[in-house]
């Protein structure tokens, strides 16, 4: 079922990405993700980057149509739904590419006393592109890399991951797959949870678009032990 929400507020995050914030709050599980659905342009899948909190990139017709709305404007969202993280380490490691950063920022801000020390490690194109809102406030380090050099280290965070992995004793990911593949077998598929993407229709585990092996996105991840994945991912 709908919920219809009113538009509080939008800000600019990073180059052709912006948040929304609206007046209604979900209970939702870090990892987990929200339908959204604009009347007359179609409905997509979004991370939760927290209660009343979307972060959107502008990549295409229902993106664009969404970043045209103001305040005040209504959206119809519907969930959450999914599967989202299980907080579990002392000393971990978020690892983020890209987009991937809402729901990392929703572990680190949901359940930051769980764990002793919280490491960042963020990579985009260039620094116009790093989307790191104000998850500073609950990590302990932040680790840029872009693949231009313009800001942090140049290349990628699963490099960093690499050189570090020995001082993690839990892992969690989202980005683009290629990313996600190299933080899986740094990892050894051991101790490392990540949130994975694929295209979603329904949500809800029915029209099977959005399978992954033996697994549907949408009803058995989006986030997934990494052991869940070994010969898949």
Same mark, same amino acid.
Do not use: H, W
């Given at each position: 079922?709908?919920?219809v929400v009113e538009i509080l507020e939008e800000w600019d995050v990073?180059?052709? &990405?912006?948040? @929304?914030?609206?007046?209604?709050?979900?209970?939702?599980e870090a990892g987990q993700f929200a339908m959204i659905w604009i009347p007359g342009v179609g409905e997509k899948p979004f991370s939760l980057a927290w209660k009343d909190i979307i972060v959107v990139k502008r &990549?295409?017709? @229902?993106?664009?149509?969404l970043f045209d709305l103001e305040p005040g404007d209504s959206l119809w969202l519907r969930g959450p739904y999914g599967r989202g993280f299980t907080p579990r380490g002392k000393r971990v490691a978020l690892v983020a590419g890209g987009i991937g950063i809402p729901p990392l920022y929703a572990l680190a801000r949901a359940y930051r006393e769980k764990f002793e020390w919280v490491t960042l490690i963020y990579g985009a194109r260039s620094k116009e592109e790093l989307a790191l809102m104000d998850i500073e406030n609950y990590v302990d380090e932040v680790v840029i890399t872009t693949d231009d050099g313009s800001a942090g280290r140049k290349g990628f965070p699963t490099e960093v991951l690499a050189e570090r992995k020995d001082r993690f004793d839990g892992v969690y990911a989202c980005g683009p797959e290629p990313m996600l593949k190299a933080a899986l077998r740094?990892?050894?598929?051991?101790?490392?949870?990540?949130?994975?993407?694929?295209?979603?229709?329904?949500?809800i585990g029915?029209?099977?678009?959005?399978?992954?092996?033996?697994?549907?996105?949408?009803?058995?991840?989006p986030v997934f032990d990494g052991f869940q994945l070994r010969g898949l991912l």
């Open positions: 079922m709908y919920r990073a180059k052709d &990405v912006k948040a @929304f914030r609206f007046d209604g709050r979900f209970d939702f &990549v295409g017709p @229902f993106t664009s149509r740094v990892m050894d598929y051991r101790n490392v949870q990540i949130s994975a993407e694929r295209y979603m229709k329904c949500g029915v029209c099977g678009s959005c399978n992954l092996g033996k697994y549907l996105v949408c009803r058995d991840g």
